[in-house]
């Protein structure tokens, strides 16, 4: 079993937490593809710790000054 998403910060989260990154690849409409080992199916766990926690609203702060930056 495999899970796979296109958000980078959780990608990042998933490999804190001791998950197997299998494959990451850009697709052809310019995002990126993580696709992890998931044969324990812990991942759909991780990805509610990662919305409930610290990680989550770092990584809301990381966008915002991006935006903040690109805007001008």
Same mark, same amino acid.
């Given at each position: 079993?495999?899970?796979?998403?296109? $958000?980078?910060?959780?990608?990042?989260?998933? *490999?804190? *937490?001791?998950?197997?990154?299998?494959?990451?690849?850009?697709?052809?409409?310019?995002?990126? $593809? /993580?696709? /992890?080992?998931?044969?324990? $199916?812990?991942?759909?766990?991780?990805?509610?710790?990662?919305?409930?926690?610290? /990680?989550?609203?770092?990584?809301?702060?990381? =966008?915002?000054? =991006?935006?903040?930056?690109?805007? =001008?």
């Amino acid at each position: 079993m495999t899970y796979t998403t296109s $958000e980078l910060a959780l990608a990042a989260y998933l *490999r804190m *937490r001791g998950v197997k990154l299998i494959n990451a690849t850009k697709t052809p409409t310019g995002k990126f $593809e /993580f696709v /992890f080992d998931d044969n324990q $199916e812990v991942c759909s766990g991780h990805f509610v710790d990662f919305l409930n926690g610290e /990680f989550s609203t770092f990584d809301n702060h990381l =966008k915002t000054l =991006k935006k903040m930056i690109y805007t =001008k």
